[in-house]
């Protein structure tokens, strides 16, 4: 890999593709144009993620999968070392808990000059695991903190023990326009096999505790409108899910899509976001839906507010509150009008705060500071 342009490796876990995974589908091509990225890998037996990786050779990104044969596998840590040392990249930035507990540790034994790490969230707001002690612990050698919003930061700092002094605020960025093209405006009706005038709800996440989607569920259940529910996501909760669906007596009205590769195009089809969240670090769904112009109902808590403006581009109600989420959807499901203007003013903000140019200069900037400080002797916080 020689070339007169700065080398950066992104180190991540992937599993699935959710939000960290299509932010640095986003981001590292665009960055490829100033720098040269290659990305590691970390990815269970079996799990290939083929049609993934085949996106970012295809924009001439180097990628290696490593195998992790266990949670804790402490081969990967001198994989990733012996790669380092042939790639020897002038930055190392890591992503998600394995990508930092391996990353951060392969490139201290290199003694690689130049550490950053995004933190994307947590799985559990209100119980963090002990990893990420550990993970704080490592913390102390990096140079920059990447928060992915501003209340990630307490959190950060809650969780894993880094100084807020280290942290820097990078929101995610999406392309309005490449992603809203993106759509079929009659699949979601087709799917449900409804006509226009229902109401259809639509939301994206993995089904997993701190989605709240029980507090959706429970909320539908009240709703005196007509509405159909989209989910699309798949993950642990599914079956309770659907059987507390069976519960309330809504299944009729609520389908599971699982994992789909066509989220834009049955977004373009419906009338209504909904993400009922107990804590996000970021919500990239939430850009999803802005750049089809739909209103959002969601919970006022970590960093949607900072994406979604209440009463302007959505409605925030308290997370857990059933009562006040069944109000928002029934506000905006009798109030198409209402709806329209919030989908327009959310397609501003994400034009104008949220896009990939903005995402792109900023971790741009940051990189050639840390490249110029390290060249002058300045040592790392």
Request: proline share 4%; hydrophobic share 40%; glycine share 8%.
């Amino acid at each position: 890999m020689k070339s007169a342009r700065d080398r950066i490796l992104h180190v991540i876990k992937v599993k699935g593709v959710s939000g960290a995974e299509n932010h640095l589908l986003t981001l590292l091509p665009e960055l490829n144009r100033t720098f040269d990225i290659s990305l590691v890998f970390l990815v269970e037996p079996g799990n290939d993620m083929e049609d993934f990786v085949s996106k970012f050779k295809a924009h001439g990104i180097p990628v290696l999968r490593i195998n992790m044969r266990y949670h804790l596998d402490p081969t990967v840590i001198w994989k990733i070392y012996y790669l380092i040392r042939k790639w020897k990249p002038h930055i190392v930035h890591t992503h998600l808990l394995h990508g930092d507990l391996y990353g951060i540790s392969a490139a201290l034994f290199t003694g690689s000059k130049i550490l950053v790490s995004t933190k994307h969230g947590y799985d559990n707001y209100e119980n963090t695991s002990v990893f990420y002690r550990l993970n704080g612990i490592l913390g102390r050698w990096l140079d920059k903190v990447i928060t992915i919003s501003h209340a990630l930061k307490p959190k950060v700092a809650e969780a894993e023990g880094i100084s807020p002094s280290k942290m820097v605020t990078i929101h995610y960025g999406l392309d309005a326009e490449e992603y809203a093209a993106l759509k079929d405006e009659g699949l979601a009706r087709s799917i449900l096999g409804v006509g226009p005038e229902v109401c259809i709800l639509g939301t994206v996440g993995r089904l997993v505790p701190v989605k709240g989607y029980e507090t959706l569920l429970e909320a539908l259940a009240g709703l005196a409108r007509d509405y159909r529910l989209l989910i699309m996501g798949d993950g642990p909760q599914r079956g309770a899910l659907e059987k507390k669906c069976g519960e309330l007596g809504i299944s009729e009205k609520v389908v599971f899509l699982g994992f789909t590769s066509r989220v834009s195009a049955i977004l373009s089809g419906i009338d209504l976001f909904v993400l009922p969240t107990l804590g996000e670090g970021f919500g990239l769904v939430l850009l999803e839906a802005m750049a089809h112009r739909l209103p959002i109902v969601s919970t006022n808590t970590m960093a949607v507010p900072e994406i979604v403006e209440d009463h302007h581009t959505g409605l925030l109600v308290p997370p857990r509150d059933v009562t006040a989420l069944r109000r928002a959807l029934e506000t905006l499901i009798k109030d198409p009008a209402r709806r329209r203007v919030m989908g327009e003013e959310g397609w501003k903000k994400l034009k104008n705060e949220f896009s990939v140019d903005r995402m792109v200069r900023e971790t741009s900037d940051l990189y050639k500071d840390l490249l110029e400080k390290y060249r002058r002797g300045v040592r790392r916080n």
